[in-house]
T-cell receptor, first 109, second 119 residues
């Protein structure tokens, strides 16, 4: 199963942009890069996926360089409610998703 | 996600008891999963099923069994519960979607979780 590496934790002040980088050196051609968000005592929630370049939705942006060996989740102007664990995963559609420990983001007022 | 429900939401049981956790979904997805979450360990896959006749072990299946009774139902059983099975259990479903590259990816939808305590 493909693996990803991301920071264990990050802190940010309200209103700042937060960038969480994920490394996936062994990404396969068919893999998509997917990010999930998990609040305490809730199940993870899908927030964004991408294959290459840049993807943006109402929640976040995802930047993927040409070699696809890393990706960056960008959360614009975070608020206290963005405090959560963020998981970076590789998804080829044919195998179940592997959730690592994720990145615990703490937003401070 | 309200379309994925789990029962019970909380359960306290004793060592050696048989426990069943139920998962139901109204999303019409073929794929269903059971995960457990322990503090500091992220989510670990117990079993998964890609359709009604398909059952696969995940990374930590020992001590657990599953039953896929229908497309909408996927049950997890602890044959003889032990204290280190105390955890938060999540059921999930997924829909296979086509992406920009021409291949596919899953978008998983999780239930609210079942907090199980084994004394």
């Amino acid at each position: 199963l493909a693996k990803t590496t991301q920071p264990i934790s990050m802190d940010s002040y309200e209103g700042q942009e937060v960038n969480i980088t994920c490394s996936h050196n062994n990404i396969a051609t068919n893999d998509y890069i997917t990010w999930y968000q998990q609040f305490p005592s809730q199940g993870p929630r899908f927030i964004i996926q991408g294959y290459k370049t840049k993807v943006t939705n109402e929640v976040a942006s995802l930047f993927i360089p040409a070699d696809r060996k890393s990706s960056t989740l960008s959360l614009p102007r975070v608020s206290l409610s963005d405090t959560a664990v963020y998981y970076c995963l590789l998804d080829s559609g044919n195998t179940p998703l592997v959730f690592g420990k994720g990145t615990r983001l703490s937003v401070i007022a | 996600d309200a379309d994925v429900t789990q029962t019970p939401r909380n359960r306290i049981t004793k060592t050696g008891k048989r426990i069943m956790l139920e998962c139901s979904q109204t999303k019409g997805h073929d794929r269903m999963y059971w995960y457990r979450q322990d503090p500091g360990l992220g989510l670990r896959l117990i079993y998964y099923s890609f359709d009604v006749k398909d059952i696969n072990k995940g990374e930590i299946s020992d001590g657990y069994s599953v039953s896929r009774q229908a497309q909408a139902k996927f049950s997890l059983s602890l044959e003889s519960a032990i204290p280190n099975q105390t955890a938060l259990y999540f059921c999930a479903t997924s829909d296979l979607r086509s992406g920009a590259s021409g291949s596919s990816y899953n978008e998983q939808f999780f239930g609210p979780g079942t907090r199980l305590t084994v004394l």
